[in-house]
């Protein structure tokens, strides 16, 4: 089922936005990140350097996340990010929304690894995990081939490597024990300084949390 015919089959944006993906799933930590010590590898994804802090938690499997992807992130980006408003920052909260999602959520880390540095942390993290949200890419093979486009630039046997190896499940499982912590039920789940937007879904939504905050 794709993006857009799984919000008309759960009754609209509206709702999706209220109970997004973890209405479909057992909201607990995926079995395969039990036991493994959270052990952060890899700073957070950031983008922006403003002074209102914006957490967003995704399942890059998740429908709902792909359409928060596609619809709100370029409303953020262009309104808040851009312009030094918000610090942006991406955490993993992976629910097993589709079959692939915690190879996707690893693979994109590999990514981020592969490419960050000392002055851009994040490098092509977010390029990638836009890449395999937009074009719900979930085998192996295709994780792996979406590592060599021009914007990621990262050798395909990096991703597959993560894979085999499960390398970053560590800062998956310390991302799913801070949004635990933080209440976070559902994906997407925005958080702005500190209060939970009920419509994560919904642009105006956040966009008026970030202008109360201001």
């Keep these: 089922m794709n993006r857009r015919s799984f919000l008309a089959a759960a009754a609209g ?16 930590m995926p079995d395969e990140l039990e036991g493994i010590d959270p ?3 890899l700073p957070v994804p950031t983008l922006g350097d403003g002074t209102i802090p914006v957490d967003v938690y995704e399942d890059p499997g998740c429908d709902a996340c792909q359409e928060f992807q596609a619809d709100v992130f370029p409303v953020l980006e262009s309104a808040y990010i ?4 918000i610090e942006y920052r991406h955490y993993d909260f992976v629910v097993m929304a589709a079959a692939a999602s915690l ?7 590999a990514v981020q690894a592969a490419t960050r540095s000392d002055d851009d942390p994040n490098g092509a993290f977010f390029a990638y995990k836009s890449s395999v949200m937009a ?4 085998s192996d093979d295709e994780l ?11 050798a395909p046997d990096v991703v597959t490597d993560a894979l085999e190896d499960e390398t970053y499940y560590p800062t ?11 209440g ?7 958080i702005v300084d500190g209060e939970t937007v009920d419509t994560p879904l919904d642009p105006d939504a956040v966009g008026d949390a970030i202008e109360n905050a201001r």
């Design 39 to 41: 052990d952060r590898q």
């Design 135 to 138: 074009d719900e890419r979930e």
């Design 184 to 190: 976070v039920e559902a994906t997407p789940t925005v």
């Design 172 to 182: 998956l499982a310390a991302d799913w024990e801070r949004g635990a912590e933080a």
């Design 82 to 85: 851009e312009p030094g408003v």
């Design 103 to 109: 190879e996707m959520a690893n693979a994109a880390r």
């Design 144 to 154: 792996a081939v979406a590592a060599d486009a021009d914007a990621v630039d990262v």
């Design 13 to 28: 944006t509206a709702a999706v936005s209220t109970a997004g993906c973890t209405a479909l799933f057992d909201a607990s």
